[in-house]
């Protein structure tokens, strides 16, 4: 009995570890860096883009094996154009497969039912035989309600590049 009561607190440790992980950073404030650094709460900028509302944009980060995905909002922008950003929401994700990778915002290849939409985030896998993406997950970042929202991955083409 008192193992699977254990099993039981363990499970819910971990699932509200994840949950505490995924907000960690709501709330932070930082200024805009080059893809490549590190930011002062110790996270790597892996590069982002512009939503439709340019006010807002989405960026990946990493911290140990933990990748991220931020949905941030432009605050100001100092004397030297260089924005100041608050995070609104953040995906959390463990490391990306070797083919997979988020096509998102103006770097996106990606429509759904044939329109092109900068607020869409996809998560593909390259299939080099085939030259094509398997779609796995999507979001939209909604920048009313400042969140991410999960989705469906029906009518989402996107076009692999041609190496």
């Given amino acids: ?12 440790a971990s699932a509200l570890n994840v949950a505490a992980q995924e907000t960690e950073f709501v709330g932070f404030k930082h200024r805009g860096v080059v893809v490549g650094e590190t930011l002062p709460n110790g996270v790597k900028d892996l590069g982002g883009g512009l939503l439709s509302d340019e006010n807002y944009g989405v960026s990946r980060f ?9 949905l941030e909002k432009i605050t100001e922008r100092g004397s030297d154009g260089v924005p100041n950003w608050i995070v609104k929401d953040v995906l959390l994700f463990d490391a990306l497969g070797k083919d997979q990778k988020f096509l998102f915002s103006y770097s996106s290849t990606c ?11 996809v998560l593909v896998e390259h299939k080099p035989k085939t030259k094509k993406y398997k779609i796995l997950k999507a979001w939209k970042a909604n920048v009313a309600s400042e969140k991410f929202e999960k989705i469906s991955t029906r009518g989402i083409q996107c076009t692999a590049e041609v190496p």
Avoid: N, P, R
């Avoid at 009995?1 to 819910?12: A, S």
């Avoid at 990493?62 to 931020?70: D, I, T």
């Avoid at 429509?111 to 985030?121: N, W």
């Fill in 1 to 12: 009995m008192k193992f699977k009561l254990f099993i039981l607190l363990t499970v819910l």
């Fill in 62 to 70: 990493s911290k140990g094996k933990k990748h991220y995905l931020w």
């Fill in 111 to 121: 429509t759904t039912d044939g329109a092109e939409s900068l607020d869409t985030i």
